[in-house]
């Protein structure tokens, strides 16, 4: 799948970047890993990337060009899906991609016998809140203290959006 994003970039640096979404492989953690790194203060470890395939989880990479932009992680069971991970490169933020990731998770879970996609979030995290609510996530409960902080733990609000086909 290919995606032109828009609205357009203002960087002058970049044209408007095409994406394109696969799985990624064990080939790829350690780009996938370095993204983490780079955008989280408490990062996943290049193991639980490579846990994450050995489980069986949906692992999705997007690529302008041959560059890893994007990538997410998701767990499926039965009706249900868990977001588990998804992150931008901290260059290619602020310009549609993770918009266009979630897309594809969407899109890709419609495909699936999924109902439900579940997530969770800080609340600290003002990005992402506005973009999963803008897919219609709604709030569902809290985790309290689910999430290392730099003093403690921060808690995660508990996200839900059903994707069920309406029936008339």
Known sequence: MSAILSPPWNDTLHAQPE??????NENDVAAVAAIEAEVYLFPWSAGNFF???????????????????????????????HLLNLAVASK??????????????????????????????????????????????NQLGLRRDYYPALAGREDALFLGLNIAPRTI
């Open 19 to 24: 994406l394109s979404f696969r799985a990624f």
């Open 51 to 81: 846990d994450s395939l050995l489980s069986g989880y949906r692992c999705i990479g997007a690529w302008a060009a041959d560059e890893l932009v994007s990538y997410a992680v998701v767990m499926t069971a039965l009706d249900e899906a």
């Open 92 to 137: 290619w933020q602020r310009h549609g991609i993770g918009a266009a990731m979630l897309t594809n998770v969407i899109d890709e879970m419609r495909r699936q016998p999924v109902e439900m996609i579940y997530l969770e979030v800080r609340p600290t995290n003002l990005a992402g809140l506005r973009l999963y609510e803008s897919f219609g996530f």
